[in-house]
């Protein structure tokens, strides 16, 4: 994995400042709510276990803030920026964590096992890659309407090597259907690193064989992130068909927050620390004169402010009674 | 007069007609009509958006319906055989199933499954796995076992906002031929129907078995009056009432199905009435199944595995002297 | 004391020193040493051939296993959670249980699956999916609900020459600990084993409902002697002839399962009894059992969920008193 | 899909004279046999589907004759000729197909749904690549146990759309086994021409991102696949793992001998017979004056022969009694 520096070129193009903007502010947030939930899980107000996107923010960010509110986004479980950047507050993911009634799974589902249709954004189950055919077939239902939105469906490395995710593409491609596969490569699959899982170096080989355009990108730069986004969102838009765009990243914790990740060598972790997106984006951000350090400070604060007040509703808020295992089964 | 499987045409044809947001989906069912013609000619008529052809991957296209109704579509899904949802499983079970109970988004998706045996068929193209999915909450699950009902099934099927498997069987594709109405009806999901009514045993059976049961009785003229056959239709949730009521007229029961024997529907219905109304039994619940194998092929094989009506017969005129 | 899942580790320990033949194979299971450190060490003893990390495809490491063991392996599989066999039902069901039955080759293949509730893993990490292979004529299906039968089970399992569903309950793993013996053993598939003899009801059961039941009889003190408690084992083939002589004896059954109820095996086993030892029933035979639904996660709806030694005293007391 | 001739360049690998007439007669006795069955089928004398590999002879054949006694062959629902050259008898096809008590199922699969494991021959199960990963295990197996033996695959074009095709290839490439897969690519999986199987061209294609050497090969020149899988099968036998070969063929028939197959156009029918693999290879082994005319004429009567009686001995056989139905369920 490259340890390049952002890609500054100027010629190419760039997301206007309120983009840019937008882009940190949820990076920010994405982990200004895990670094809340981690202090959760220490502290045992967790009862599931956690399941972080620290270091891998730009890449759910990048992605959101180009859809409007009725293209959709099917998250990964560890793209909360995504789930931000398409409208979902940290309220919303505090009441999920915490299993309460007024979250939106109502306490039935755990960790970023969630979705909010309403922002079109749908959800994941556990079952690594189910969501690529069922990304497909809001494509689908987007195409047979004959639209122009489009769909992100977001996967780890660790998934591409399942049945589901080659069914999927698969289909998008012969069915020429409006989405981009995104695939989240932080080099592992819970303890188990590329290597073991690819005779491949990069999962774009692996994604050539389907007849869509296929790019590899430092998912720790959001703005490479950003514009290799762009033309296959256009293209989806446009009504190209799919696209696959691979970012290469560092998971910087362990699988969840039960591992202490031994197996993962120190260098690694160096190297993604070294190549922080919020921190390179911010250096970026200020030494290009775009922000100043005011509108940071001012971005900073108001996370802070929305996190703690999110958090104090969530952990005041009920639980559902037990009864209310039995509702929802079927639709009515 | 119609067929089972014209029935079934029609029943696909009138709902697309109706609905623009229904739609199908699978191997070979564009312009080939399916493996069964179940879909001959609704390509030309609606084009390929709306009857698509897909490659070989039922986990992928099973999907792909699956977020299709999330966005308020209803595909209707055909497997080639009801045998290849095993290859669908984790996203009927764990995808289709779940969605409604965790984010409250409806799952209308029906997938059409041609099942069971009597045709040698094997292993792998007879099979009757409805209890995978009885016993997946969040699933609905219909066979019909006549012409009129294939074909309102299909329809409330289609309508329902949840996930049904349909149960369509094979061997009464051509076989069954009845008088149907011209005009639009539907057979509510979760209703059985009585079939014949008798005082002395109930027969709970459904989709070809139900033909079985019938012959059985042409076996028994002695028996006319005692013997009330109930055709259940959807096994999921099935028709309690309508069972109750009956076992606690009769007092004995016989279970008839074509799946195997250990883990099928024969269990949970036994479950529920030794359960409800155990005072009101005056035998055994005795049931008639397929064995616990595959489904042979050669026909002698196949024959000994198939339930048949001289099979009911002997179990059920038992009961009767019990 | 040993614990549960240091049972099963030194299960699969001994057996690879025992018999070349056997490998393990699954997702995390070599440096790291399995999710639930069932593996732990042991790729450091066998090398990684013998322990088989393998990328996320659950339908190809069981394909394989299958495969291999038609060259004469004995693979142990692990699921990283027994929800993910979904993945896998084709290779499983279709492939694995019918090998012997069409071609005479013997599969004999473990599938550990880490299975139950009970720590709020939500709809996906929390399943018991018996059933489904209980279901499928070719598989053996077993559930220790004791360290003594984690590890026995086990090696029984490894050493039977048939794919064998091997069920080991997560919630059990680190909190049931017990004394056994240094020496190999083994605990035959298909026997059930009588954990309380009691004359006036008979509750069926397996897995970490046992706990619950022997909890229930804690809260019955006045039903000490009365109450007699079946710990199944094995569910595929279930041991039908302890089970029929316990219930000819006390005439009164409850069966307690923690997979959903309807087609649990709680009706397989009451159309046993309804159908065998009808005449000897006093009492409608009831079930406690998970509702229909997914598994959820929050705490008070998952308390709700699973069933406890309350829910089955109460049952119990009232079938005593009927 | 080139209708060249047959590769005949002699500087290439060519089999010796005992080989060629090999090949020769189990292309011929596959062909022989399913022609016999088709009159079964006429005459209503299968109780089953028939489904042919007529004109895909080549393929199976040009791979089994390479293979000795303990290497393995999984073969796909067409390759007859797999079957024979591993040393399978025209009288167990036709036990088999006819659902008799001493055939290798004992009456209980039809098609070429079997297998003989004596001669190591693996059985296809109807779910289409299912048999994918099962073969990587056989390999696994003999990679355990540091054999030089050797597992070839064999699969249409349709299946490698299945999440099983993807696995298992991916398992094989990660495993290093020795393994060839072979993709009998006959241009449609049932009645869905390739186009709306896949959006590339070629399987080759879509199976080079597993990380193992892929090849192209048309299927109707025997020589040419012999050629294509020698390199294969070398590979897996020396430890370095596993290949992929696409063998390009034509079916000559409808999917199954109840499909008329309009939907064909006649034009690949023709294509198929002008380059008809038996006719082919017959007419090179003849001007190259490898065989005699004598040589051939004692084949096809040999062969005549054996399907004659082989036939005869079948029908005259005994049916499973019913109650057989029963039996070895489980291994004891
Ligand atoms: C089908 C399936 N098998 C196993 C698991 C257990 N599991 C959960 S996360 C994970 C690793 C996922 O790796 P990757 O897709 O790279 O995502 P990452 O966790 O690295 O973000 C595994 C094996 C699962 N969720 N689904
Ligand atoms: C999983 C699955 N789905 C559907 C089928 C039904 N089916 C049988 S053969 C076939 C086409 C197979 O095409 P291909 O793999 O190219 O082989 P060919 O028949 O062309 O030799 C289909 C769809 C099946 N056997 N398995
Ligand atoms: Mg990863
Ligand atoms: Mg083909």
Redesign the pocket.
């Known amino acids: 994995m490259s340890e390049t520096a952002l890609s500054t070129h100027d010629s190419e193009v760039s997301p206007n400042r309120d983009v840019l903007l937008k882009m940190l502010r949820y990076m920010k947030l994405h982990r200004a709510i895990e670094s809340r939930l981690e202090i959760a899980y220490r502290q045992g107000k967790l009862v599931g276990p956690l399941?972080v996107?620290t270091g891998?923010e730009a890449i759910g960010v990048a992605g959101a803030v180009q859809l409007g509110a009725k293209d959709v986004i099917f998250p990964?479980?560890?793209d909360l920026g995504g789930f931000l950047a398409k409208g979902v507050s940290a309220e919303q993911v505090f009441l999920h964590y915490l299993g309460r009634k007024d979250g939106p799974t109502r306490g039935r589902d755990a960790n970023l096992h969630f979705g909010v249709w309403e922002h079109r954004v749908g959800s994941f189950i556990?079952?690594?890659?189910?969501t690529v055919p069922v990304a497909a077939g809001a494509a689908f239902a987007i195409k047979s309407r004959n639209q122009a939105h489009v769909v992100l469906c977001y996967?780890?490395?660790?998934?591409?090597?399942?049945g589901d995710w080659h069914e999927g593409l698969n289909l998008a491609a012969v069915l020429e259907l409006p989405i981009v596969y995104v695939c989240?490569?932080?080099?592992?699959?819970?303890s188990?690193p590329l290597s073991r899982?690819m005779a491949v170096d990069t999962v774009a080989e692996r994604a050539s064989g389907y007849g869509m355009p296929v790019q590899t990108v430092d998912g720790n730069d959001a703005l490479a992130v950003y514009r290799a986004m762009q033309p296959a969102i256009a293209r989806a838009r446009g009504g190209l068909g799919p696209s696959f765009v691979e970012c290469v990243t560092y998971?910087m914790t362990g699988?969840?927050a039960h591992d202490p990740a031994d197996y993962v060598p120190k260098e690694f972790f160096e190297a993604g620390a070294r190549t922080d997106p919020i921190e390179q984006f911010t250096n970026w951000l200020l030494s290009s004169s775009r922000v100043s350090p005011f509108d940071i400070d001012a971005i900073v604060r108001e996370i802070e402010a929305e996190v703690e007040t999110a958090w104090a509703v969530a952990e005041e808020s009920d639980y559902p009674d037990g009864p209310e295992t039995l509702e929802g089964v079927y639709a009515d | 007069m119609t067929t089972y499987i014209e029935a079934i045409r029609q029943g696909l044809l009138e709902e697309m007609r109706r609905d623009p947001d229904v739609f199908l989906i699978g191997e070979d069912i564009g312009a080939f009509g399916g493996a069964f013609k179940a879909t001959d000619g609704l390509m030309e008529e609606f084009g390929p958006l709306r009857v698509v052809d897909t490659p070989i991957a039922e986990a992928g296209f099973t999907g792909l319906s699956i977020g299709a109704s999330m966005m308020g579509m209803r595909p209707v899904v055909e497997f080639q055989f009801s045998d290849f949802m095993s290859c669908a499983f984790?996203q009927i079970t764990n995808f289709a199933a779940t969605t409604h109970y965790r984010l409250g988004i409806p799952v209308p998706v029906t997938f059409r499954a041609p099942t069971g045996g009597g045709f040698n068929g094997g292993p792998f193209h007879s099979g009757c796995p409805e209890m995978y999915y009885v016993h997946t909450p969040g699933l609905k699950v219909v066979a019909p076992g006549t012409v009129y009902d294939a074909k309102g099934l299909l329809k409330a099927s289609i309508r329902d906002d949840n996930p049904v498997i349909y149960l369509e069987h094979k061997h009464l594709y051509r076989r069954l031929k009845e008088d149907i109405p011209e005009e639009d009806y539907v057979v509510p999901l979760g209703k059985a129907s009585v079939k014949v009514q008798g005082t002395g045993l109930t027969i709970l059976t459904y989709g070809a078995m139900l033909h079985a049961c019938l012959a059985a009785l042409e076996l028994l003229p002695d028996h006319r009056g005692a013997i009330e056959i109930i055709d259940l239709r959807t096994l999921l949730p099935f028709d309690q009432e309508t069972i109750l009521d009956s076992v606690k007229k009769t007092g004995k029961v016989l279970i008839v199905h074509e799946a195997r024997r250990t883990g099928g529907i024969a269990g949970e219905l036994t479950a529920v009435i030794a359960d409800q109304v155990f005072e009101y039994l005056d035998a055994p619940i005795r049931r008639v199944t397929a064995p616990d194998t595959p489904v042979p092929y050669a026909p002698p094989l196949e024959d000994f595995y198939l339930p048949n009506g001289s099979d009911v017969a002997k179990v059920a005129s038992e009961l009767l002297a019990y």
């Not at chain 1, 556990?126 to 189910?130: K, L, T």
């Not at chain 1, 996967?155 to 399942?162: E, F, I, L």
């Not at chain 1, 989240?184 to 819970?190: H, I, L, P, R």
């Open positions: 399941f996107g891998e990964s479980h560890r556990s079952h690594m890659a189910a996967n780890g490395d660790g998934s591409t090597s399942r989240v490569n932080n080099q592992y699959a819970y188990t899982q998971r699988h969840g | 984790d």
